[in-house]
């Protein structure tokens, strides 16, 4: 996380053919094709997620399953913006100035996206309950609600940790309303990041990690008013994450300032890198030790057990441990995109609006890889013992038993 960058002065190639409005619909939609990619591996894999979300079964055979659900629900958002996309470029023809006049066809495909998520389609064959369901838990979490665990308290955390992954993509959401309600603005006029001024956007990229703190301390306070506190533990690990959260501030404030000045302060920007720094490896560390419960940062007696491959668990029900270690690479890397702007060779390069993208989606495509394993982990935090052949032969390692079954 880094904050918003300055771009070029006009409409550059990238932004003529996927204007900021396109570009935030397509990350909304990737967003629900890899969540159906989700849901389907982990059902390959013998992970019952609605019932981790406390999401309701399917009564019948007869129903589509969860993943073909919401496959149906990204195919129609998809030839929606698809057509709309169509349309636009038939219409614009790569002219900026006829770009500029018809931003409302891509902010008309904004709010059919948000129609198709809200008005009941049951003809469609469309899961009305899924996204009633959405909303719902989207209204509790926008303020920072956490409901208790038999009532989907992991679905909760885990949609509002999927939020700060597109504070950015939230960020520029609002500047597409914000140009376009703007007199004589255009939503597909060069992105004006300091629309309604220098505050409202990085308030806005807060948010989603403000949801989360709160969150956390709704936790701690609930284990600390536990009947059975010795049971849960004193409740540290909820204000130690509820800190991870609180480091994203420091990176927008400091951000937010650096662009707001006509030349860089050292010190300023000495101060953000450490925030980075900090903010980096310190969500790194939660990713892989707290989340994925892996034994990476653990004492070496525990890293180096002979029940497991080094760094990792004795259960391991997603793939091989090579795709662990593999994962943690790039969470690592992933998280410390930022310092592509400590390289001078490529610090241009992140100014790009085609750049700004890529890192928006990669940040997206690191959160769709981190929900495999945290939701592999929640599964066996819940079904520690009773363990069947299948998860038997996952788990172990030794012997070279652990079997691929794609």
Known sequence: MDGDPAVEPQLDAFSLAFPLPYRVAIIVILAVWGWGLNLHFLHIRRIDVPSLIRYPGRSSSAQLTHHHSTYRIASLLSSASGLSIVIFWMLTRGDPQRVIDYDWIPMTNLLVIALLFSVPLRKLSVSHHGRSRLLRTLKRVSVGGLAEAKDGKFGDILLADVLTSYAKVLADLFVCLCMFLTSNGSATARPDRGCGGDVLVPVIMAVPSAIRLRQCLIEYVRVRSAPLREATGWGGQHLANAAKYSTAFPVIVIGAMLRNQTEASPGLSRAWIAACLLNSFYSFYWDVAKDWDLTLFSDARERNSPDHPYGLRRRLLVHKPGVYYAVIALDLTL???WMIKL???????????????????????RRWIWIFFRVETEWIRNNPVGLDAEDILLGDFQGNKYEDED
């Open 335 to 337: 998280r410390c995109t």
């Open 343 to 365: 390289n001078p060779s490529l610090d241009q390069i992140s100014n790009f609006e085609s750049s700004i993208f890529l890192i928006q989606f990669l940040e997206v495509f």
